[in-house]
Each structure stands twice: as C-alpha cells, then as structure tokens.
C-alpha cells in the first residue's frame, strides 16, 4: 500500500464537499441536503456530496435524452474503444479506487482491488461485445423474402445501485448499456455517495479526451426519492435497480406502472448444502469465507449450511475452531479477516436478528456482540457467529445483511435440496459432494432453484462471464456475461421482401 486514504482521494479529485449531479465534464448545482459519507472503518468523516434536486434531475435527464440521440449513432465498436480506454483509466486508478472503496464501504482492501478489477474485467468484456450483438436470421415461409433480427439501443437507462459494491455493481450496467449506445443516469446508495464521484471523474477524463457527447455518463447523488423520481420517469426506459427485496417491489411497482422495463438484482438468502461425500478441506473454506467475507455484507453471502448428518458433528466443530482465529479489524489491515458492517443500523439489524434468533429456539453455537474499545471506534464492528436452526425460523426465512450463519441438519439429500430451495429469495447456492448423482440431481429441473447453482465452490464471488442474478424475491434479472446485454437493447424483427409479388403470410388470399 503505496499511499493513504487523503492521497487516494486527492488523486481520484473527491473533495470535502462534492457536487453530488453531473452531466459528464458538468457538475450542477442543486440545493439538494448535503450526504456526509462516514467511513464504518474508523467513523471519520471522509467527505460530503449534494443531493440532488428536482431541477438538477430535470436538467440531467434532458440532457441523457439529447445526448442519447447522438450516441446511438456512434459504430458500436467505436463505443467499445471508450469503454476500453476507460478500463484503462481504471487499471492506472485501481489502487486509489480499491483504497476508497476500502474505506468508504468498509470491505478489505483486496476486496477493494478485487472490486476494482471487476469493473476492468466487464470492460474487457463489454470491447468484445461491442464487434457482436449479433442478432438472429431466420427462414421466411414466402419466397424471396428474407427475415432477421437486429439489436438497437434502447435509451437512457437508469442505474440504482447498493452500497456493498460501491462501484463494481454500477459498472457491470454502465459499460455493458454505453457498447449497447444506451446512455446512463447513475443514481448511487447514500451510504456511498464518494465512490460516485471518483468513478465519473475517471470516466470524464477518458470522454472528453474522446469527444463523447455531454450527458452519456450522469450521476444524480440522493436517497430513495431519487430513485424514485428515476423510476417514474417516461424518459428512461430501462430501470437497473440492486438493493434490498423492500427497494425492488417499490421501484417494480413504478415502473410497471408505466410499463417501463425493470431489470431487478435483489437480495439473497444463499445455502450450502454439505453431503456426506463432500472434501471437507474444501467444504469448510467455502462456508468461511462465504459467511464472513465482506463481514457478511455480500448479496450472495452464505447465510445457511444444509450439513448431513454423518458429517454435521465435524463441520461444526471445525467451523467452530475455525470462527475462534477470525481477526476482526481495520479492513485496511491485511491481517484482519473481518471489518465493520457499514453503519449503526446495521449493527442495530443483527443484533435484532440474533436476538429473534434465540427467541424462536435457536442454538447460538460462537457467540456475536458489538466490540468496543481501540479499533473499533466506528461502533460498526461486530463479531461473526454461528446459530443452530430450524429452516422454517421466520428469521431463517429473511436475509440478515450480518455475518450470522445458520446450521441446519439433513438426512437425505430430497430434503435437503427442499430446504435449500424453502425461501422467498433465489439467488446464489452451493452443493459440497464428490457423488456424481448428488451434483446433477442439484443442478437438474428437479434440483436448485436459484439463478447461480454451484458444486464444490462456495455461494459469493461469482465471474463476470456469466449471467449474474436471481429467482423469486431476488427479482428475476440478469446483469454482466452471457446474453445480459440483450437487456440494453430493443429487438426488432425486419422481414425484407425481394420479389416481384406480394404474398400473404399464413397463405391468407386478398384480392380486389
Ligand atoms: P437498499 O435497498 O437499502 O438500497 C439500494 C438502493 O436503492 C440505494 O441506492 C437506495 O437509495 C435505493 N432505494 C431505496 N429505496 C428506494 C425506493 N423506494 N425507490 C427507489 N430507490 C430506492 O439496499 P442496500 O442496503 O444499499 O444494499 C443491500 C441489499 O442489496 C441486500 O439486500 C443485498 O442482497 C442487495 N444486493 C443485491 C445484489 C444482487 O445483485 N442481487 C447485489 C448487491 C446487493
């Protein structure tokens, strides 16, 4: 670690006081309250942005729209070569950037470059992808007509993003949506309003350096009304929405009203089952750092470990042993395991679920709390632990945005699998086994019914290859690899007819 954090946000030009509503090279002025942003690592304050106010809103979705017009019309691999320069600009920013995603957010500081190194990686991906959103040919049923598909971009689409991945989560959408000729309006968690600001001054210096119209990149910094505002808004027709279930019903609810298109990343409730034919070597370390990485603050944390009887007693006392060597500290320490949970409320959530943990019976198995003291300043510090349940818990039931796990016994694999599939949320899961038979049967029809199905790898860390999201209450939408993209854009099917006569499809005859 090269440089400290006034260093990082010196370099990324994040003052104390922000413009929190930009355009691209324009930052607005709005009377909009001022966000402060205090880092969970040592409750200092880091900086402040200005929310946005109606008027700032106005002024940048007009100017989306405007720019929109003109962007669409850029070739897509000219777009694609932005987006690969700012990938570059990203990997000359990563280590300021991890450090103030690191601080801001509260993850470790490889998380941090980790997170940054996402964003590079869907550059990369998204320069590809630019040369292709290929479309279909397909047969006519009439002679000399010819038939395909093609991909136009759809808009200006609109980016509401959480504050656990401060940053990764909004560029997943931005640089598939800008190599798709969609233009975006960003409107950042106030939990994390810097990071925003960082991330339109790197992408500034790469579009003005390129002459990318005003209005391709905006931010509008403010709270839920803000969002809000985003999804009633006729002028975008693409509402990208990541956050808590309670957010995506609100947003969903708005914008079918209108019928635009909602595209949801919501929250999970993510099990690893562990079979009597697991390598528990590889059992253990999944579970670990999938209920404690991020201090449990990942939507696909692991947050219940569906453990077979035969092999129940040793998981749990190595677990046990294991959760006794967690170093719980300053993220930015690389010797710690374990930082804070993003603020106060949330330390005030897992206390409650712990509390209604035991209320319905549980077991506490490594006991949580609050740390105080020296390092732990912040008040946002809190102790992993461990709770025997029953599935059907109402507690069990609901995402606990806290590093809890829960342990539950199984007999055979069917109920299992029935347990593991026994919630609201359809995110992320995981099957421990060496058993052929156990592993398709969890990936088959019959099997995990969750958007991301893994085998002998834990619950979080996904690639940006494949089509991230998930079933159920966690929304249903699909961001970053695979055909994500298609999201971006609106099909058309255009049947071209070549010949000298006019004939009707399904032989329908109409003649004067
Ligand atoms: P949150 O729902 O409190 O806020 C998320 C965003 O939605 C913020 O920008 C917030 O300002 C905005 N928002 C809140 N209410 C709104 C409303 N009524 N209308 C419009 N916008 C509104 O979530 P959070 O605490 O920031 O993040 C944690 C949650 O996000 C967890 O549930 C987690 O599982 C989920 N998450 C899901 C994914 C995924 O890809 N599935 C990824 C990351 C986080």
């Known amino acids: 670690q090269k440089f400290g954090i006034q260093e990082a946000l010196s370099s990324l030009g994040v003052k104390k006081k922000n413009p929190g509503v930009s355009t691209g090279s324009k930052w607005l002025k709005s009377t909009g309250a001022l966000i402060e942003s205090f880092s969970p690592v040592d409750g200092k304050l880091i900086g402040a942005v200005y929310e946005a106010d109606e008027k700032a809103y106005r002024q940048v979705v007009e100017k989306t729209t405007q720019a929109f017009k003109e962007w669409r019309k850029w070739p897509a691999p000219k777009r694609g070569e932005v987006v690969r320069q700012v990938g570059e600009a990203l990997r000359k920013y990563k280590e300021p950037l991890g450090k103030l995603v690191s601080y801001e957010m509260g993850k470790s500081y490889t998380e941090g470059l980790g997170e940054v190194q996402e964003m590079i990686d869907i550059c990369d991906f998204a320069v590809g992808l630019s040369r292709q959103l290929h479309g279909l040919t397909m047969h006519s049923e009439r002679p000399q007509h010819r038939m395909y598909e093609q991909w136009h971009p759809l808009g200006p689409v609109g980016i509401i993003t959480a504050f656990n991945f401060p940053v990764a989560v909004w560029s997943w959408n931005a640089m598939l949506a800008w190599v798709c000729g969609d233009t975006c309006v960003w409107k950042p968690s106030e939990k994390t309003p810097l990071c925003s600001i960082a991330c339109q001054n790197i992408v500034n210096e790469v579009f003005e350096r390129m002459g990318v119209p005003e209005g391709v990149s905006c931010v509008v910094n403010g709270g839920a009304q803000v969002g809000q505002w985003l999804s009633a808004d006729e002028n975008i027709p693409l509402i990208s929405a990541t956050g808590s279930v309670r957010m995506g019903k609100a947003v969903a609810r708005t914008v079918s009203e209108r019928l635009g298109r909602p595209l949801l990343e919501l929250g999970g409730n993510n099990a690893i089952i562990i079979t009597a034919n697991a390598d528990l070597d590889i059992a253990i370390r999944g579970a670990l750092f999938g209920a404690v990485g991020t201090a449990g603050q990942r939507c696909t944390t692991t947050r219940r470990l569906i453990v077979h009887e035969n092999v129940y007693e040793e998981v749990k006392s190595r677990l046990v042993n294991a959760y006794g060597k967690l170093s719980i500290g300053n993220p930015l320490d690389p010797a710690n395991h374990v930082g804070p949970l993003i603020d106060k409320q949330a330390v005030k959530m897992y206390e409650d679920a712990l509390r209604k943990v035991k209320k319905e ?149 109409f003649a004067i």
């Open 361 to 509: 019976g549980g077991r506490i198995l490594v006991q949580g709390g609050v740390l105080s003291g020296k390092g732990y300043e912040s008040g946002c510090y809190v102790k992993p632990a461990i709770a025997e349940v029953e599935n059907e818990y109402e507690i069990v039931q609901q995402e606990t945005f806290a590093p809890i796990l829960y342990l539950i016994r199984f007999s055979d694999i069917e109920e299992a699998i029935g347990m593991q599939n026994g919630v609201k949320q359809g995110l992320s899961s995981s099957i421990m086994t060496g058993s052929m038979r156990e592993m398709e049967l969890f990936l088959s029809a019959d099997g995990s019914d969750c958007g991301i199905a893994n085998v002998n790898i834990g619950t979080s860390g996904a690639e940006i290859g494949g089509a991230f999201g998930g079933e159920k209450e966690t929304g249903g939408g699909r961001e970053s690899g695979s055909d994500a993209w298609k999201v971006y854009m609106r099909r058309q099917t255009n049947t071209i007819n070549y010949g000298d006569t006019l004939p009707l499809a399904q032989g329908i005859k």
